[in-house]
């Protein structure tokens, strides 16, 4: 079992920085994929970002890539989700979640935080 608890999210103006974490409690943490999601109100669930377990490949989705960097520390059992240039249309809950394997969906994770709010101002 693992559990991922996200913090770092809050209230900012447009175009500056955040950073997002996500603590995993468990011994397996550094063999799962992790990624990132995010939910608006009145949308789905939309992928944002996602990194392997050795932290070597990443992949982002179109509407935040270079803007955002996803990383992990594996010695600290934690994730990161850097957001530079921070939108209005960025706003929503930020999900980190946890799958056997590099993956780019949803299905594929097994493990959810509870989310974080980010909500940015224009």
């Known amino acids: 079992q693992v559990q991922l608890v996200e913090s770092g999210g809050g209230l900012v103006q447009a175009g500056v920085s955040l950073r997002l974490s996500c603590a995993a409690s468990?011994?397996?943490?550094?063999?799962?994929?992790m990624g990132w999601f995010r939910q608006a109100p009145g949308k789905e669930r939309e992928f944002v970002a996602a990194?392997?377990?050795?932290?070597?490949?990443?992949y982002y989705a179109d509407s935040v890539k270079g803007r955002f960097t996803i990383s992990r520390d594996n010695a600290k059992n934690t994730v990161y989700l850097q957001m530079n240039l921070l939108k209005p249309e960025d706003t929503a809950v930020y999900h980190c979640?946890?799958?056997?394997?590099?993956?780019?969906?949803?299905?594929?994770?097994?493990?959810w935080g509870q989310g974080t709010q980010v909500t940015v101002s224009s």
């Open positions: 468990g011994r397996t943490f550094s063999s799962y994929g």
């Open positions: 990194i392997n377990w050795r932290g070597d490949s990443t």
């Open positions: 979640a946890a799958a056997p394997r590099y993956a780019t969906y949803a299905v594929a994770y097994d493990y």
